[in-house]
Protein backbone atom coordinates (compact mmCIF):
# COMPACT_ATOMS: atom_id res chain seq x y z
CA UNK A 1 0.00 0.00 0.00
CA UNK A 2 0.82 3.71 -0.23
CA UNK A 3 2.53 4.73 3.03
CA UNK A 4 3.52 8.43 3.55
CA UNK A 5 6.24 9.40 6.54
CA UNK A 6 6.65 12.51 8.43
CA UNK A 7 10.01 13.73 10.18
CA UNK A 8 9.66 14.38 13.04
CA UNK A 9 7.14 12.91 14.38
CA UNK A 10 7.80 15.39 17.19
CA UNK A 11 9.65 18.66 18.05
CA UNK A 12 10.07 20.97 21.06
CA UNK A 13 11.17 24.76 20.38
CA UNK A 14 11.59 27.82 21.58
CA UNK A 15 9.06 30.71 20.25
CA UNK A 16 11.05 32.80 17.55
CA UNK A 17 12.50 29.76 16.06
CA UNK A 18 11.64 28.17 12.89
CA UNK A 19 10.83 24.35 12.74
CA UNK A 20 10.89 22.59 9.44
CA UNK A 21 8.60 19.34 8.86
CA UNK A 22 8.81 17.08 6.27
CA UNK A 23 6.55 14.89 4.51
CA UNK A 24 7.42 11.78 1.96
CA UNK A 25 5.67 9.73 0.29
CA UNK A 26 8.06 6.28 0.40
CA UNK A 27 6.45 3.93 -2.50
CA UNK A 28 4.54 6.72 -4.79
CA UNK A 29 5.19 9.63 -6.68
CA UNK A 30 3.04 12.91 -5.42
CA UNK A 31 2.58 15.82 -7.38
CA UNK A 32 0.27 17.28 -4.84
CA UNK A 33 -0.03 16.59 -1.18
CA UNK A 34 -2.05 18.35 1.61
CA UNK A 35 -1.00 19.49 4.81
CA UNK A 36 -3.59 19.55 7.66
CA UNK A 37 -3.26 21.12 11.54
CA UNK A 38 -5.15 19.55 14.09
CA UNK A 39 -5.53 21.30 17.34
CA UNK A 40 -7.13 19.25 20.66
CA UNK A 41 -10.25 18.00 20.60
CA UNK A 42 -10.48 19.60 16.85
CA UNK A 43 -10.70 18.52 13.24
CA UNK A 44 -8.10 18.98 10.72
CA UNK A 45 -7.88 21.82 9.46
CA UNK A 46 -6.75 22.17 5.86
CA UNK A 47 -3.61 24.84 5.55
CA UNK A 48 -2.61 24.61 1.94
CA UNK A 49 -1.94 22.26 -1.09
CA UNK A 50 1.77 21.79 -1.84
CA UNK A 51 2.26 21.53 -5.53
CA UNK A 52 5.66 19.79 -7.17
CA UNK A 53 7.03 22.45 -9.37
CA UNK A 54 4.93 25.36 -8.34
CA UNK A 55 3.81 27.80 -5.52
CA UNK A 56 1.70 26.39 -2.87
CA UNK A 57 -2.21 27.32 -2.37
CA UNK A 58 -2.89 28.35 0.82
CA UNK A 59 -6.63 28.14 2.28
CA UNK A 60 -7.85 31.12 3.31
CA UNK A 61 -6.33 32.30 6.74
CA UNK A 62 -3.27 30.70 6.42
CA UNK A 63 -0.42 33.06 6.51
CA UNK A 64 1.89 31.67 3.89
CA UNK A 65 4.79 33.97 5.02
CA UNK A 66 4.20 32.08 8.22
CA UNK A 67 4.21 28.38 6.86
CA UNK A 68 6.48 28.09 3.82
CA UNK A 69 5.78 25.44 1.91
CA UNK A 70 8.52 23.65 -0.59
CA UNK A 71 7.72 20.60 -2.66
CA UNK A 72 10.96 19.84 -3.85
CA UNK A 73 10.60 16.54 -5.66
CA UNK A 74 7.91 14.24 -6.53
CA UNK A 75 8.42 12.36 -3.19
CA UNK A 76 8.92 15.45 -0.52
CA UNK A 77 7.06 18.26 0.80
CA UNK A 78 8.59 20.30 3.58
CA UNK A 79 6.09 23.05 6.09
CA UNK A 80 8.52 25.09 7.72
CA UNK A 81 6.69 27.20 10.51
CA UNK A 82 9.05 30.60 10.82
CA UNK A 83 9.21 32.59 13.80
CA UNK A 84 6.57 29.79 15.67
CA UNK A 85 4.94 30.58 18.51
CA UNK A 86 3.30 29.43 21.41
CA UNK A 87 -0.17 29.34 19.44
CA UNK A 88 1.67 27.40 16.87
CA UNK A 89 1.37 24.11 18.88
CA UNK A 90 -0.64 21.50 17.24
CA UNK A 91 -0.41 18.05 14.91
CA UNK A 92 0.62 18.88 11.87
CA UNK A 93 -0.24 16.21 9.02
CA UNK A 94 0.05 15.92 5.66
CA UNK A 95 -1.20 13.72 2.90
CA UNK A 96 -0.84 12.48 -0.57
CA UNK A 97 -2.93 11.55 -3.32
CA UNK A 98 -2.36 8.37 -5.10
CA UNK A 99 -3.15 9.11 -8.75
CA UNK A 100 -5.68 6.84 -10.04
CA UNK A 101 -7.09 5.97 -7.06
CA UNK A 102 -8.36 8.99 -5.41
CA UNK A 103 -7.81 8.28 -1.79
CA UNK A 104 -5.48 10.33 0.26
CA UNK A 105 -3.29 8.61 2.41
CA UNK A 106 -1.64 10.28 5.61
CA UNK A 107 1.40 10.39 7.38
CA UNK A 108 1.93 9.80 11.02
CA UNK A 109 1.55 13.44 11.75
CA UNK A 110 4.12 15.69 13.56
CA UNK A 111 3.95 17.13 17.16
CA UNK A 112 4.65 21.16 17.51
CA UNK A 113 5.36 22.45 20.82
CA UNK A 114 6.57 26.10 20.85
CA UNK A 115 7.45 26.97 23.91
CA UNK B 1 -17.30 25.89 -0.33
CA UNK B 2 -18.16 22.46 1.07
CA UNK B 3 -18.55 21.58 4.39
CA UNK B 4 -19.39 18.40 6.52
CA UNK B 5 -21.13 17.98 9.88
CA UNK B 6 -20.76 15.20 12.46
CA UNK B 7 -23.83 14.87 14.76
CA UNK B 8 -22.29 13.14 17.57
CA UNK B 9 -19.08 14.33 18.96
CA UNK B 10 -18.50 12.03 21.91
CA UNK B 11 -20.69 8.36 22.50
CA UNK B 12 -20.38 6.12 24.71
CA UNK B 13 -21.53 2.76 24.68
CA UNK B 14 -20.97 -0.89 26.28
CA UNK B 15 -19.44 -3.46 23.89
CA UNK B 16 -21.98 -5.15 21.98
CA UNK B 17 -24.00 -2.50 21.27
CA UNK B 18 -25.11 -1.36 17.83
CA UNK B 19 -23.50 2.08 16.06
CA UNK B 20 -24.60 5.00 14.33
CA UNK B 21 -22.49 8.05 14.01
CA UNK B 22 -23.80 10.77 11.77
CA UNK B 23 -23.04 12.45 8.84
CA UNK B 24 -23.96 15.35 6.83
CA UNK B 25 -22.06 17.41 3.82
CA UNK B 26 -22.91 20.07 1.81
CA UNK B 27 -21.80 20.55 -1.98
CA UNK B 28 -23.36 20.31 -5.14
CA UNK B 29 -20.99 18.55 -7.19
CA UNK B 30 -18.94 15.02 -7.35
CA UNK B 31 -17.82 14.32 -4.24
CA UNK B 32 -16.35 10.88 -2.76
CA UNK B 33 -17.22 9.83 0.82
CA UNK B 34 -14.81 8.47 3.32
CA UNK B 35 -14.72 7.67 7.43
CA UNK B 36 -11.47 7.71 9.17
CA UNK B 37 -10.42 6.30 12.12
CA UNK B 38 -7.74 7.54 14.45
CA UNK B 39 -6.95 5.26 17.12
CA UNK B 40 -5.34 6.50 20.29
CA UNK B 41 -1.97 7.72 19.16
CA UNK B 42 -1.68 6.26 16.00
CA UNK B 43 -2.68 8.63 12.99
CA UNK B 44 -5.76 8.68 10.39
CA UNK B 45 -6.66 5.02 8.96
CA UNK B 46 -9.24 4.38 6.11
CA UNK B 47 -12.73 2.77 7.61
CA UNK B 48 -14.40 2.62 4.29
CA UNK B 49 -14.76 5.03 1.27
CA UNK B 50 -17.85 5.69 -1.30
CA UNK B 51 -16.69 6.55 -4.84
CA UNK B 52 -20.06 5.55 -7.40
CA UNK B 53 -22.61 2.20 -7.39
CA UNK B 54 -24.21 0.41 -3.66
CA UNK B 55 -24.70 3.21 -1.94
CA UNK B 56 -23.94 0.63 0.87
CA UNK B 57 -20.36 0.50 1.48
CA UNK B 58 -18.61 -2.28 3.26
CA UNK B 59 -15.38 -1.37 5.38
CA UNK B 60 -13.11 -3.02 7.60
CA UNK B 61 -13.43 -4.14 10.95
CA UNK B 62 -17.13 -5.01 10.02
CA UNK B 63 -17.87 -1.20 9.42
CA UNK B 64 -20.22 -0.23 6.88
CA UNK B 65 -22.00 3.26 5.23
CA UNK B 66 -24.96 3.87 3.62
CA UNK B 67 -24.70 6.81 0.99
CA UNK B 68 -28.13 8.45 0.64
CA UNK B 69 -27.99 10.81 -1.84
CA UNK B 70 -30.94 12.74 -1.20
CA UNK B 71 -29.95 13.65 2.76
CA UNK B 72 -26.99 14.81 1.53
CA UNK B 73 -26.09 12.13 4.59
CA UNK B 74 -23.02 9.32 5.25
CA UNK B 75 -23.95 7.31 7.84
CA UNK B 76 -21.40 4.93 9.70
CA UNK B 77 -22.76 1.71 11.03
CA UNK B 78 -21.47 -1.43 13.04
CA UNK B 79 -24.13 -3.83 14.51
CA UNK B 80 -21.59 -4.32 17.11
CA UNK B 81 -18.90 -2.82 19.07
CA UNK B 82 -16.01 -3.78 20.77
CA UNK B 83 -13.99 -2.40 23.70
CA UNK B 84 -11.13 -2.33 20.42
CA UNK B 85 -13.36 0.06 18.58
CA UNK B 86 -12.15 3.04 20.91
CA UNK B 87 -11.01 5.66 19.13
CA UNK B 88 -12.03 8.96 17.47
CA UNK B 89 -13.97 8.92 13.63
CA UNK B 90 -13.76 11.50 11.27
CA UNK B 91 -16.22 11.79 8.33
CA UNK B 92 -14.33 13.33 4.67
CA UNK B 93 -15.78 14.61 1.80
CA UNK B 94 -13.66 15.37 -1.58
CA UNK B 95 -15.03 17.38 -3.44
CA UNK B 96 -13.47 17.03 -7.04
CA UNK B 97 -13.96 19.83 -9.57
CA UNK B 98 -11.99 19.21 -12.55
CA UNK B 99 -8.39 18.36 -11.95
CA UNK B 100 -8.73 19.88 -8.62
CA UNK B 101 -9.56 18.22 -5.31
CA UNK B 102 -10.68 19.30 -1.92
CA UNK B 103 -10.64 16.84 1.61
CA UNK B 104 -12.08 18.48 4.07
CA UNK B 105 -13.43 16.65 7.47
CA UNK B 106 -15.94 16.70 10.08
CA UNK B 107 -15.05 18.02 13.68
CA UNK B 108 -14.70 13.85 14.87
CA UNK B 109 -16.74 11.76 16.94
CA UNK B 110 -15.12 9.91 20.13
CA UNK B 111 -16.27 6.28 20.60
CA UNK B 112 -15.89 5.15 23.93
CA UNK B 113 -17.05 1.75 24.22
CA UNK B 114 -16.90 0.19 28.01
CA UNK B 115 -16.27 -3.34 28.52
Known amino acids: GAVVSQHPSWVICKSGTSVKIECRSL??????MFWYRQFPKQSLMLMAT?????????EQGVEKDKFLINHASLTLSTLTVTSAHPEDSSFYIC???????????FGPGTRLTVL | AQSVSQHNHHVILSEAASLELGCNYS??????LFWYVQYPGQHLQLLLK??????LVKGIKGFEAEFIKSKFSFNLRKPSVQWSDTAEYFC?????????????FGIGTKLQVIP
Open chain 1, 95 to 105: SAPLLGVDEQF
Open chain 1, 27 to 32: DFQATT
Open chain 1, 50 to 58: SNEGSKATY
Open chain 2, 27 to 32: YGGTVN
Open chain 2, 50 to 55: YFSGDP
Open chain 2, 92 to 104: AVNARSGGYQKVT
